[in-house]
């Protein structure tokens, strides 16, 4: 079946402006996990989302970025006023309910001149 | 909190040479653990995991040992092929709740004819 997909694949922006990246998870899947690959570093986790619960944002770096996921369907991460420092790859992944393995998706690479 | 500690690379081996990535880990509880691969052009992909204390995770003929006594998981593979060159990442799931992955930095892996 279908994987992670996630959309654009490459986004250029400039500081200051707002950037919106889209994640569709496997169907079915209803845990959904936002990560930021910056250049020469791992992952760190942004913010995870499992059915109705209250999501988990003890990642997101600042209050300029929030989510958001329709039931257990499409999530969107946005980043208000970016800055240079928010270039990154945004990756998606998903999972099952109480399972491990996460999938991801290709990713979103940021840049903000 | 949670941390992971993996060799700095790059490392560069021959074809058909042994392969040994370190990967310590700091952790409260007991976590799964885990290697993902990228690929050069491709997502993350989940390479081994092993989910509790002296299992051994293993694909492609690279395998790990989940380590509890030195909180280690190193990841092996007897003779390396040009195809397995690769950013690998050495990774612990949060059990306490979200499940979250926690990355190591990666380890680039290039391996020559």
């Known amino acids: 079946g279908a994987g992670v997909s996630q959309s654009p694949s490459n986004k250029v922006t400039e500081k200051g402006k707002d950037v919106e990246l889209r994640c569709d998870p496997i169907?079915?899947?209803?845990?959904l996990y936002w990560y930021r690959q910056r250049l020469g570093q791992g992952l760190e986790f942004l913010i995870y989302f499992q059915g109705n619960s209250a999501p988990d944002k003890s990642g997101l770096p600042s209050d300029r970025f929030s989510a958001e996921r329709t039931g257990e369907s499409v999530s969107t991460l946005t980043i208000q006023r970016t800055q240079q420092e928010d270039s990154a790859v945004y990756l998606c992944a998903s999972s099952t309910t109480g399972g491990e393995t996460q999938y991801f998706g290709p990713g979103t690479r940021l840049l903000v001149l | 909190g949670d941390s992971v500690t993996q060799m700095e690379g790059p490392v560069t081996l021959s074809e058909e040479a042994f392969l040994t990535i370190n990967c310590t880990y700091t952790?409260?509880?007991?976590?799964?653990l885990f290697w993902y691969v990228q690929y050069p052009g491709e997502g993350l992909q989940l390479l081994l995991k092993?989910?509790?204390?002296?299992d051994k995770g293993s694909n492609k003929g690279f395998e790990a040992t989940y380590r509890k006594e030195t909180t280690s998981f190193h990841l092996e593979k007897g003779s390396v092929q040009v195809s397995d060159s690769a950013v690998y990442f050495c990774a612990l799931s949060d059990r306490g709740g979200s499940e979250k992955l926690v990355f190591g930095k990666g380890t680039k892996l290039t391996v020559n004819p």
């Open positions: 092993a989910t509790k204390a002296d």
């Open positions: 952790a409260t509880g007991y976590p799964s």
């Open positions: 169907s079915g899947h209803t845990a």
